[in-house]
């Protein structure tokens, strides 16, 4: 057995035995509320799909017009020829939407962040990103390969300690101005794992006091907050002013897949002509930028779809706490029970799934240690009585002493 052999085995020997073992599961039907999961019909609280378009009539069929149109494949990159108007039009749309100078298309959340940072924060720069950031804004800081530092959780004096003594020490040090080093600071809008929004009022406070920039991921925070679902950063009141970077992605509440940055035209100039992730890498098919103008349009018109998940929202955090669950200070679709034993919560997911409904268990390393927890998120096509279903299904799970 070779040396790479031998550390695959142990590897996976390792996850097995720690309960960290991830499988996937394969859908045989639709992405929505019912599903049908390896031939079983289930009820699903765990998809991003928040406004139920993943499998809207209007987005399928704006799909299915643009490839009749414009084929499958974009062929190329932006930057050769893989510019189809579909895109153009769509970044167009966007920068209205957010309010922004422009807006620049990328086929995935993960890219366009791993883009972004790593192009605005280089050597000598220092990025400072919330602790419980998503994996990609991390690893963006990684490779830009600026000196890299988390602070707490949402925590503004822990930010605000390291931006004054990074502050501090670029004023000592009186540089030229071209060659200061500058600070991003790199934020979720809404937390994906833990479904808490960022307290962006105060940090873009602190980034104006303190000159640094401050980057907002809003994948789950668009469609679903703010007026016409603007997200958290329109539902903060801030603009491009306070926050001059926004990325957002079409995954979640879009229901259809790929991310944009929106900013000024400086900012979006700069990342055409310098990201290694947007110019080396084919767009993303025409036919789902098509789609997302579709789904934008009716994210904008969801305000009856917003207030009935916000009802939703409610219902399930009353009965969940009546039933004494420990849930987290969280107002948006992402309403996680924290269970904290990694074995504990994989047991109760599976006894959801034995009675019909699929809730996923999130274990480390995607969140911190002993916080594991089932992630339920809600979905404007739930019904009332489907999240009731939940909660007594939960009840029976707590009588059969599995929490
Ligand atoms: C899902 C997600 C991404 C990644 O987007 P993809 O399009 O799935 O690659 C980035 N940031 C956050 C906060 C996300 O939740």
New binding site residues.
Partial sequence: MSIFERQWREGLQAKKDAGLWRQHRTLNSPQGVNVNVDGRLLLAFCS?DYLGLANHHDVKHAAIDAINAAGVGSGASHLVIGHHREHELLEEELAEFTQRDRALVFS??????LAVVSTLAGKSDTVLEDKL??A??IDGGLLSGARFQRYLHNDSASLERYLQRFHQQNQQTQQKEYTQRKQLVVT?GVF?MDGDVANLNEISRLCQQNDACLMV?D??GLGVLGPEGRGSVADAGLGQEDVPVL?G????AFGT???FVAGSNELIEYIIQMARPYIYTTAMPPSIAAATRASLKLVQQADNKRAHLKQLIYQFRQGASQLGFELMPSHTAIQPIMIGDTHKAMALSQYLENEGILVTAIRPPTVPDKTARLRVTLSANHRFDEVDELLETLAQAQVAGLV
């Fill in positions: 991003n995935s959340g993960y890219m366009a962040n950031n998503h990609s804004l979720d994906s991921d994948a789950h990325v992605t079409f995954g979640k897949s790929g991310a």
